[in-house]
Structure formats: structure tokens, C-alpha cells
């Protein structure tokens, strides 16, 4: 069992983004499931989200990247998201997005999330910067851990 497995064993109410589950919110509408994930938390009461969905952005959607940082960056104002195909800002939606799962993680009481690897909202070591994959972190990530929430990294 590696280590992330290991932490998911703890008890208690835990954030996951929804589409380690198999649940289609992709911007591809596609999911990314991690089975062995959804047989860990089998016993938890997981919360399943998608931030960007929840920011109000369809499914399927244009590939979203964040441009001049990360997602603390984004908080403080000096970074953005954008599609990647236009350019059009999306800064406003990943930001909603990222309240409402504060907001869900608050309600259910969670302490800790489990978040897609890589992604510009939930990616924890590496997110879409630019066109590149880089170290950092994405917008919900950041304002989860900004609040207290302990977030893994999967996928
Ligand atoms: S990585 Fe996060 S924002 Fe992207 S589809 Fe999965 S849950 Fe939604």
C-alpha cells in the first residue's frame, strides 16, 4: 500500500474530485478513474466535486491553462486561467468553482481532499502552465490548503 493509499484509510469525510471516480466532468468529457482510489474510500463518506463544473463551465468544455503563475498566484491577483485554443479568461469561473468546493468541504466537515493530479483547478504538484506541465499548484487546490484542508495528490 504506498503512502497516499495509506492516508486514505483515515476516517472522517474526505473531498474527491469526481472524475477519480469515474463520474465524466473532464474537459474532454471523459473521466479519469482511479480504481484503487474508489476501493479505498468505499467505507468513507466522499464527497465527490468538480470545480470547474461547479464555476459554472460545461461539459465538454475548451482546455483551460493558467498563464503568468499558479493558483496561489491567481488568489493574489497576479495570475490568470485562459482557454488555450482562444485565450478567453476563465479566471472568474475556476475562482467560483473553487469557493463552492471550499464551501462543500466546510459543510461535510471535511478536513482533507484528494484531488486530480495535473489539472489547472485541482492538480497539487503539477498543473497546465503555458502549454508546458510545471510545478505548482491549482486554484482549488490552493485556496483548500489556504483554509486548512490537507489535499493529496492522485492520479
Ligand atoms: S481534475 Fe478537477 S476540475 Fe478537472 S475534471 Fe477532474 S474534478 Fe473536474
Not at 504506498?2 to 492516508?7: E, Q, S, V
Not at 499558479?70 to 485562459?82: C, L, T, Y
Not at 488555450?84 to 475562482?95: A, P, R
Request: charged fraction near 30%; include cysteine; glycine fraction near 12%.
Amino acid at each position: 500500500m504506498n503512502d497516499r493509499a495509506g492516508r486514505t484509510d483515515e476516517a472522517g469525510p474526505v473531498i474527491v474530485s469526481a472524475c477519480l471516480l469515474g463520474v465524466r466532468c473532464r474537459y474532454d468529457g471523459a473521466h479519469s478513474e482511479d480504481r484503487p482510489l474508489r476501493e479505498s474510500l468505499r467505507d468513507l463518506p466522499a464527497v465527490a466535486i468538480c470545480p470547474e463544473e461547479l464555476g459554472g463551465l460545461p461539459t465538454p468544455r475548451p482546455a483551460a491553462q493558467l498563464i503568468d503563475g499558479e493558483g496561489d498566484d491567481v488568489w493574489s491577483g497576479s495570475a490568470r486561467v485562459v482557454r488555450v485554443h482562444d485565450g478567453e479568461d476563465v479566471t472568474k469561473e475556476f475562482k467560483r468553482g473553487a469557493h463552492r468546493v471550499l464551501e462543500a468541504a466546510l459543510e461535510s466537515s471535511a478536513q482533507r481532499a484528494i484531488l486530480k493530479e495535473g489539472s489547472p483547478s485541482c492538480g497539487s504538484s503539477h498543473v497546465m502552465r503555458e502549454g508546458i506541465r510545471v510545478r505548482g499548484r491549482g486554484v482549488t487546490t490552493a485556496l483548500l490548503l489556504e483554509n486548512g484542508v490537507v489535499v493529496e495528490a492522485a492520479g
